[in-house]
């Protein structure tokens, strides 16, 4: 190579949450030779553009674990990281209003209580009671978990990848990784829009483009992306603190800290590609279903609306670890809509198995690509 | 799959966004080619259609046949009532609030409601929004931008205030001092930052006759006052606009007018995917477009300010060119000799020197507009010494001729470059004043020598007239006494508002008297719906965060109800002087709808055949 324009021993992938939070990590570990390479702005993909919301309340026991061991690690934050990113325990509140996924609800709870999370059951009743500004019509059941919240992502990255920078990382910004170079099935570079850098690892953190980025190593992924819309309102002052949610009733909903109300919701009409533009199409059916339940945003007004994607894998989970095909690969995509929330658990799983060939904190292994060869695929529940 | 449920749309043929010359004149040649205005929506935010026109109370520059010498909001009543009787449909009160992948919404405020539309064709005119500029407690109630003023004084009849300090002397900033002077109030002085005076000479001697100093080279730095603006603070900029510290200089005013500049709204059309391009000489970021006034997005064609500052008639001139452009797609009929009879007049009208910088502007993207071929000198005879007889002082070269066609006796020549500088031929001037009434610059004087004194006859449009024989005080042309002098008589102009009153004044004084008597007796925000000051840009900038989109989401600039109309291209400006990388450089950062606030309300009004129990 004549154009070698830097050496390091990790070079990251993607300015989103995992990216940085990754070279965070691999930085406190004392790996400091690394470099982020974004091809836009930090946090300009699926992070920036995300609802914040951050939950421990998931259908699996590993999926509980990793989600805990996250809200750790964010209630830490401002201390270990040094950033105020206006992270709210205000709680996470799951509506449900279908009677096969109020059963499953209970049983969730069973499996997070084992694990130790704090969840209340609330009945409709309960539900009124507490938030009278919720019209509770349909509602079957809800739970409640305090330590659940949100913050602002942006804010995050922006922590992580400045606590990355003091302590040796370097990040690049627009610098867009044009392909990874493979000798005798192990990453020795990557070349970008700013030259060539040896190194030894190379870590997929692209998020939508997760799968193009694989093939740039000739590494698979089972990933696609689609796209998922949020508008914003005009700040009312603060008064609902936690998360609202519904996966049958197809809504998330929480007031941010500046008093906007962010919501979203799914589309399963959807098709898989990368899609910024938004739809008022979109504007029309959240809005009339949400004020059905929450009467008082019908004074409010919509203030932006934009678009994300979820980087979707077979099962909605992460998928996480290292390729077998490709040494010195590592990947950490396919979140399907919840990479914000676990971002800084799994960047602290993924910086351990890079520096120490194995985990520490909290076991990932479940989350290999491998799980897809398997005929059962044990498909997350609670998703949006 | 992608139209569910039952369809709301409207569908137009051609959508025209923004009522105001632009859009008006597009929205006429659509209508009157293809011969059914129904087809044809124009959608405005105003009360009234005609965009700026209707609070402009001034007359017109141009040749008469894009009306000049007609009063602004003449201008706009003339055009609506044309669309109109063509049939042309207005939604007034209504805002596009989003070109969306799936529908063109709009948000009827009168109503509160919301509808979707889809058109065939799209001309988007929307015209350009004003400038802002960051100084010390620019939150202060008292700070106006330069429409705003307009509106309240010339639309709504309320004064803002009683005593004004104006920034900028551009045309905008010249006329409102102009007409805030009618109005009866105070204008204690235009501070302009730059060396010369950008607008019209001719609109500055207006103001500067009536005793308003231009203050070039200098800059506001504070408003003063707790409560509201009681005063304002102003200093000498050196060459790179920054204050001088020890020049400070203070002003008792109620009132700060901003009128620094206009830069184009691009939010809409950005959203159709046309592709957007800062180019300074434009005012800024502008659509790509080719002559016939397309951009890069198929089937939407821009017009006037939104495809760079300009003026009215030029703008009247992009729309019919957009107009007919999309008027022969629809129908598929030859307009081509309309569309270049057009073209010769927009040439003709860019021929200037005050058109160098749209010229430039559209050289960028491979537009070419010829210069030159003009008249720059200005006559030297004032003519014969004891005839009544026009003086002509228009110093400088701009596209008008009203003072030629107005001249029953065929003296005023411009010729066929409109640019050029008028001449007087005094052997056919019988100094009738036609010219006087006529000339939007107020720019043309009567002049007589007689026996005892001389006879000044200068063009008045101010309250009340005076009467014959009153004793007046003097001016000259930069707002000084010089003398005493008596009202020899009044032209009163009942249609046009323009009178013509003949002063009496001391023999030798004809080419030095101008005007009579009226005497004309914290923090720097950057973002002020979210109160975002100048030095939070700076810090976020220093920590090393320099693009738009970044520095929006962590300080929240541009995340209130003005959407980054104002501070976008503040913070902009900002990240240049700090990175040193030019604007034309940066990133945009993203144009998200709704560019208003929408209600809830309005949208979920807007379902309908879907009941909910509520």
Same mark, same amino acid.
């Given at each position: 190579m004549s154009d070698v324009n830097g050496t390091y021993d990790v070079c990251i992938i993607g300015g989103g949450i995992t990216g940085t939070a990754l070279a965070y990590s691999l930085c406190k570990l004392g790996e400091t030779s690394v470099a982020v390479f974004e091809k836009s702005y930090l946090s300009s993909g699926s992070t920036g553009r995300c609802g914040g919301g951050i939950r421990q309340q998931w259908s699996t026991k590993n999926n509980v674990r990793l989600a805990m061991r996250s809200v750790k690690l964010f209630e830490n934050f401002e201390e270990d990281v040094g950033m105020d990113i206006e992270y709210y325990q205000g709680g996470y509140l799951m509506l449900s209003y279908d009677e096969e996924e109020a059963e499953q609800f209970e049983k969730n709870v069973e499996i997070q209580r084992e694990e130790g999370l704090d969840v209340e059951i609330l009945t409709p009743k309960q539900v009124s009671e507490r938030y009278p500004y919720i019209n509770t019509q349909d509602l079957i059941v809800a739970t409640f978990c305090q330590t659940d919240g949100h913050a602002n992502p942006h804010k995050a990255v922006i922590g992580y990848a400045q606590a990355a920078k003091r302590m040796g990382a370097d990040i690049y910004t627009h610098t867009e990784v044009l392909g990874v170079d493979v000798e005798n099935g192990k990453v020795v570079g990557i070349q970008t829009t700013r030259g060539y850098f040896k190194c030894n690892v190379v870590v997929n953190a692209s998020g939508p483009w997760s799968r193009q980025v694989a093939e740039l190593a000739g590494v698979e992924l089972p990933t696609e992306s689609y796209r998922h819309q949020i508008f914003v309102t005009e700040p009312l002052e603060n008064f609902f603190p936690m998360m609202a949610i519904s996966f049958a009733g197809n809504f998330y909903m929480r007031q941010a800290h500046h008093g906007q109300f962010i919501m979203g919701q799914g589309d399963k009409d959807e098709k898989p590609g990368i899609n910024y533009n938004v739809t008022f199409k979109f504007e029309k059916e959240l809005a009339e279903k949400m004020v059905g339940i929450f009467p008082f945003l019908k004074n409010l007004r919509i203030m932006r609306h934009w678009s994300g994607m979820y980087n979707m894998s077979p099962d909605a989970q992460p998928i996480i670890g290292q390729s077998d095909k490709v040494k010195g690969y590592f990947y950490a995509v396919g979140y399907s809509g919840h990479g914000f929330m676990v971002a800084p658990a799994v960047s602290e799983a993924l910086s351990e198995l890079i520096v120490?060939?194995?985990?520490?904190?909290?076991?990932?292994?479940?989350?290999?690509?491998?799980?897809?060869?398997?005929?059962?695929v044990e498909k997350e529940k609670n998703v949006v | 799959m992608v139209n569910e449920g039952p369809t709301e749309k409207k569908h137009v043929k051609a959508l025209v966004i923004g009522a105001g010359p632009a859009g008006l004149c597009g929205a006429i040649a659509i209508a009157e080619s293809i011969?059914?205005?129904?087809q044809i929506l124009v959608v405005d935010e105003?009360?009234?259609?005609g965009g700026q026109l209707p609070k402009q109370t001034h007359k017109f520059f141009g040749h008469e046949g894009f009306y000049a010498s007609v009063r602004g909001f003449e201008i706009g009543e003339k055009l609506v009532s044309k669309a109109t009787d063509l049939g042309v449909q207005f939604s007034m009160q209504t805002t596009v609030a989003g070109i969306y992948e799936d529908s063109i919404v709009t948000y009827d405020r009168n109503n509160n409601s919301v509808d979707e539309y889809t058109a065939d064709y799209l001309l988007i005119a929307t015209g350009a929004s004003e400038r802002f500029l960051v100084f010390r407690n620019n939150t202060l109630p008292g700070v106006y931008g330069a429409g705003a003023v307009q509106t309240l004084m010339?639309?709504?009849?309320?004064?803002? !205030?009683?005593s004004f300090l104006i920034v900028g002397a551009g045309n905008i900033g010249l006329i409102v001092a102009y007409q805030l002077l009618q109005a009866g109030a105070n204008v204690k002085a235009i501070v302009e930052a730059s060396s010369k005076i950008g607008g019209y000479m001719v609109h500055a001697n207006k103001i500067m006759r009536l005793g308003v100093p231009i203050m070039l080279n200098h800059t506001i730095v504070s408003a003063l006052g707790e409560e509201r603006v009681q005063g304002a603070i102003v200093a000498r900029v050196d060459e790179h606009f920054k204050p001088i510290p020890g020049t400070e200089k203070e002003f008792v005013v109620d009132t700060i007018c901003l009128a620094v500049g206009l830069q184009p709204s691009v939010e809409l059309v950005a959203q159709t995917g046309a592709e957007i391009k800062y180019i300074s000489e434009l005012g800024g970021y502008v659509p790509i477009r080719d002559e016939n006034m397309k951009t890069t997005a198929d089937n939407v064609y821009i017009a006037g300010d939104?495809? !760079?500052?300009?003026e009215a008639s030029t703008a009247m001139i992009e729309g019919y060119i957009a107009g007919y452009n999309i008027a022969q797609k629809i129908t598929g009929q030859d307009l081509s000799e309309k569309i270049s009879t057009m073209k010769d007049e927009l040439i003709e009208f860019r021929k200037g020197p005050f058109a160098s910088k749209v010229r430039e502007g559209l050289k960028k993207m491979n537009i070419l507009f010829p210069s030159g071929g003009y008249r720059e000198r200005t006559q030297q005879s004032t003519g014969p010494n004891g005839k009544l007889r026009a003086v002509i002082e228009c110093p400088q070269a701009i596209p008008c001729n009203p003072c030629e066609t107005s001249c029953p006796t065929g003296a005023i020549n411009v010729g066929k470059n409109i640019n050029s500088i008028p001449y007087v031929d005094y052997d056919k001037c019988i100094g009738c004043g036609v010219c006087v009434m006529k000339c939007p610059g107020l720019a043309i004087f009567l002049l007589q020598e007689k026996e005892d004194y001389s006879i000044v006859g200068i063009p008045y449009e101010f309250l009340p007239i005076p009467e014959n024989g009153t004793i007046v005080k003097l001016f000259d042309k930069d707002g000084r006494y010089v003398a005493d002098g008596q009202i020899d008589k009044v032209s009163v102009n009942r249609k046009e508002k323009t009178h013509l009153v003949f002063l009496r004044v001391p023999k030798g004084m004809e080419n030095i008297v101008r005007h009579f008597d009226l005497a004309i007796n914290s923090e720097e925000y950057v973002c002020r719906c979210e109160e975002v000051s100048r030095q939070d840009v700076e810090k976020v900038i220093d920590s090393g965060i320099t693009d738009y989109e970044e520095i929006r989401r962590i300080l929240r600039i541009g995340m209130g109800p003005c959407g980054g109309k104002t501070c976008r291209n503040v913070v902009l400006q900002i990240i240049a002087e700090k990175t040193k990388i030019p604007i034309s450089e940066s990133k945009l950062g993203a144009f998200r709808p709704p560019v208003i606030p929408l209600p809830i309300d309005a949208i979920v009004k807007s379902r309908k055949g879907v009941d909910k129990d509520e």
């Open positions: 120490f060939g194995k985990t520490l904190h909290t076991d990932v292994s479940y989350l290999n690509v491998d799980r897809f060869s398997n005929e059962d | 011969g059914d205005g129904k105003g009360i009234v259609p010339n639309q709504y009849k309320v004064m803002p !205030g009683e939104l495809s !760079g500052i300009e």
